[in-house]
C-alpha cells in the first residue's frame, strides 16, 4: 500500500506561483510514475503533469506546458508541483497519484493509489 498526501494548496493571485507537494508512505515510489490531476466543479478528473515508471520522463497537458514542473525527490518520498504564471482557469482540486505499471499516464484509470486533494484557487 502507498499512501499519499498532498500540501501546498491555496489561493493565489493570476500570475503568481504555488509549489505541490505529495508525500508518499508505505513504500519507496522509486518504482511508480507519478502523476498529477485536477479536478473543478462539474468538470472531470483531467491529467496535468506525470513521471514515467523510471522517473526520468516528464509528460505535460498541454494546458502545463511551459507554466508547470513535475519533480521528484526519491530521499524525502515526495512529489513536487511547481505552478507559476497561474490562471483562474487553473482553480480546481489538485491529487497526486501514484501508478506501478505501464499504461497511459494521462487516465487516471491507470492510477492506483490517490492523495485527497488539495484545493487551489486562483483569483483574477
Known amino acids: 500500500q502507498v499512501q499519499l498526501v498532498e500540501s501546498g494548496g491555496g489561493l493565489v493571485q493570476a500570475g503568481g506561483s504555488l509549489r505541490l507537494s505529495c508525500a508518499a508512505s508505505g513504500r519507496t515510489f522509486s518504482n511508480y510514475g507519478m502523476g498529477w490531476f485536477r479536478q473543478a466543479p462539474g468538470k472531470e478528473r483531467e491529467f496535468v503533469a506525470a513521471?514515467?515508471?523510471?522517473?526520468?520522463?516528464?509528460y505535460y497537458a498541454n494546458s502545463a506546458k511551459g507554466r508547470f514542473t513535475i519533480s521528484t525527490d526519491n530521499a524525502k518520498n515526495t512529489v513536487y508541483l511547481q505552478m507559476n504564471s497561474l490562471k483562474p482557469e487553473d482553480t480546481a482540486v489538485y491529487y497526486c497519484?501514484?501508478?506501478?505499471?505501464?499504461?497511459?499516464?494521462?487516465?487516471?484509470?491507470?492510477?492506483?493509489?490517490w492523495g485527497q486533494g488539495t484545493q487551489v484557487t486562483v483569483s483574477s
Open positions: 497519484a501514484a501508478r506501478n505499471y505501464s499504461g497511459s499516464y494521462v487516465s487516471p484509470f491507470s492510477y492506483n493509489y
Open positions: 513521471t514515467s515508471l523510471s522517473g526520468s520522463n516528464r
